[in-house]
């Protein structure tokens, strides 16, 4: 049984864990900060992190038994979408976009700028990129997607 459900306090580290494989899966290879993807980035610290800015409140995972991917909602905005590596590909992300989308109106976001995949993930399901850029943490490129 597929279901998405909301985030509870047994599923803290999973998420935090998802968040941590991905960003050194994924956008290591574009910044090379070993300080930060080795050091910094680790499941204690994002735990306290997603606590400090009320994420999990606000956070869905996708349970089939295990918790395969999770997204953070903040009105209209999908802040956060990771599903695991091993995972990825199999319609998770999709599910989870889809329920961001119709269940909580979700219309824009933002992606790392360098990250081809993801975009190109988002715009299959209807989300545009715009012109506005940011720069977040001082290093990390954004790029705003909007859905028509």
Known sequence: MNTIRR??????????ELMVVNYRTNFYQF???DEYYF???NVV???????????????????????????????????????????????IGAELLRFAVNEHKADFL????????????YQRYGFMLTAEKIIEDEWI??????RT
């Open 110 to 121: 933002w992606a790392l700028e360098y990250n081809a995949r993801g975009i190109a993930f």
């Open 39 to 41: 050091g910094e980035l």
């Open 45 to 91: 610290d994002t735990i306290k992190d997603f606590c400090e800015r009320g994420l999990f409140s606000r956070t869905f995972v996708y349970d089939d038994g295990a918790v395969k991917g999770f997204v953070s909602i903040n009105g209209t905005e999908v802040e956060k979408l990771f599903v695991e590596p091993q995972f990825q590909g199999q319609g």
């Open 141 to 146: 490129p954004l790029v705003k997607l909007v």
């Open 31 to 33: 910044f090379h900060k």
């Open 7 to 16: 985030a509870e306090e047994k599923d803290y580290s999973r998420i935090a």
